[in-house]
């Protein structure tokens, strides 16, 4: 450094020093100094641990993190929120788990099996075998639907395009459609490929919310040689209508008559109830306005005798939302605030579909109306492995999606007192990892309350058995937690609520 630059510098820090921005608010500094390396270390050590055996939902480690956490917040003063029988600091989630049973499709009286031969998405049962009237109906367009009445029949199509199959579907369900066939593949070859990639995933059970199912129309894929066999024709043929209807010819596909066919849907239900854990700090002149805090404290569990341990997913922002809430409790019995209320909530089944958040969402302890954000962290203990321009760094995703104000809180927030690195790769619409709509903040944000996503994003050990407490950052990842707190701080204890300007 030259000599006279190095002279400014010293100026300059000078400055700095003695004369702090008049922003800084030394309340909000006196409290997130509570949030320190030992105190995250210690509780995620805990959580992390292998006798928490990756807490899979509805596994007997979730349920132990979940008395970890629960422990926690009533040590702190927290209120349990929740009304009816059971902890209050336990919101049921009641959860079930689908897994095909007997499930296969028939042409003619020849059986093909699900997995084996054909493949099915969708649930319900039909008690034994049921015949079905097949239509086909080509790329399944809206000109094809609009050509045929196929209320309570069923449909084949030959669509290529994912986006042409998903309106499809949409107006099966419009039309009230029994089932719908879709030929996957353009040979048969290529169908054996989607069945390596998703047979497992189709017979695998999944875990879904135990409400009313929606009715979606089920779906059954099948190969262009099974298709072909149920219109008793070659799959050569059905291309062909199909380009014929596109260059305009008015009924190509009237030829194509669907076989006799029938099916059989079995899946078996096996009904379990986990919990999210709630932890709740009433505000002051503003209490009935409640800013929401999550993360989720569930995991993969144990996998090949393998323990999944999660430290960074999510057990480090679980251990933040605890931390932070330390920090706002002895923050209160200082008297300072918060002026708003703030819902401490660590979430279940996030790993199996963001379940648990959408329950919360669904039947909210406090009204959605009156929730003025969500700030929600998942995985803030790493260094991922892109390339960016400082390790101290955080990746936000959501901050301006619905209020200019939020966004401006928060980098604020960071310019006034954490300095990160703030990435917003993720943000972005056209990410293809569309991060947005993946995570439990977006179940607050589809009811248009504003959010933010905290991430530093993946890394080799997402998702495996080595996500391990050592390999966390605990410097950084305090700083982090820092950014929130203080983004928190000014959201509950500002004049106005945060306006939401944006849709
Ligand atoms: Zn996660």
């Not at 459609?177 to 695998?204: A, C, H, L, P």
């Not at 144990?302 to 809430?325: H, L, P, R």
């Not at 279940?348 to 929730?371: C, Q, R, V």
């Not at 439990?440 to 080799?460: E, L, Q, R």
Request: glycine share 8%; proline share 3%.
């Amino acid at each position: 450094m030259k000599k006279s630059v190095y002279l400014i510098a010293i100026l300059y820090s000078g400055i700095i020093f003695s004369q702090p921005p008049s922003s800084v608010n030394s309340d909000a500094t006196k409290y997130a100094e509570t949030i320190t390396v030992a105190d995250l270390k210690e509780d995620l050590t805990i959580l992390a641990s292998d006798a928490l055996e990756g807490r899979e939902t509805g596994k007997r480690g979730q349920k132990m993190a979940a008395a970890y956490i629960k422990t926690h917040f009533e040590e702190l003063g927290l209120v349990g929120p929740v009304k009816g029988t059971g902890s209050p600091y336990y919101q049921n989630v009641p959860l079930k788990v689908v897994k095909p049973g007997e499930i296969y499709l028939m042409i003619n009286g020849v059986r093909l099996n699900n997995i084996d031969e054909v493949l099915y998405s969708g649930q319900g049962n039909t008690n034994g075998e049921v015949p079905t009237e097949v239509v086909f109906m080509g790329e399944g367009s809206e000109a094809d639907f609009e050509k045929n009445e196929v209320k309570g029949k069923s449909i084949l199509i030959y669509n290529t395009d994912r986006n042409g199959r998903v309106l499809a579907s949409k107006l099966a369900k419009e039309q009230g459609v029994q089932m719908i066939f879709s030929v996957r593949g353009s040979s048969d070859e290529e169908f054996k490929v989607f069945q390596t990639n998703f047979g497992n995933y189709f017979s695998s059970g999944t875990m879904k919310l135990d409400k009313d199912e929606r009715k979606e129309v089920g779906m059954f894929y099948l190969s262009p040689s099974v298709a072909a066999g149920m219109l008793n024709t070659s799959f050569d043929k059905i291309e062909k209508a199909i380009d014929a209807a596109k260059n305009g010819e008015k009924n190509p596909y009237k030829k194509l008559k669907s076989e006799k066919i029938g099916y059989q849907l079995d899946f078996e239900n096996k009904k379990i109830v986990s919990e999210n854990v709630l932890g709740f700090l009433e505000g002051t002149d503003l209490k009935e306005e409640v800013l929401v805090l999550t993360s989720h404290y569930d995991h993969v569990g144990i996998k090949n005798g393998e323990i999944y341990n999660g430290a960074d997913d999510d057990g480090s922002g679980t251990v933040a939302v605890m931390d932070i809430a330390e920090a706002f409790v002895k923050a209160k019995e200082d008297g300072k605030g918060p002026r708003r209320s703030i819902l401490f909530m660590t979430v279940t089944a996030e790993e199996k579909g963001l379940l648990g958040s959408e329950y919360y969402a669904d039947n909210p302890i406090f009204p959605l109306e009156n929730t003025v954000a969500n700030l929600n962290i998942d995985m803030i203990g790493r260094i991922d492995d892109r390339e960016l321009k400082s390790e101290n760094y955080v990746s936000l995703v959501g901050s301006d999606k619905l209020s200019t104000e939020l966004h401006a809180i928060s980098e604020k927030a960071n310019s006034t007192y954490t300095n990160l690195f703030l990435d917003y790769t993720y943000n972005d619409e056209g990410h293809p990892e569309r991060i947005y709509y993946r995570s439990d903040h977006w179940n607050f944000a589809k009811n248009g309350i504003p959010v933010i996503f905290y991430t530093t994003g993946s890394h080799p050990d997402y998702h495996k058995p080595t996500d391990t407490v050592e390999k966390i950052e605990f410097e950084l990842m305090t700083a982090r937690a820092k950014l929130v707190f203080y983004t928190a701080w000014e959201i509950v204890n500002r004049d106005g609520r945060l306006i939401v300007d944006k849709k």
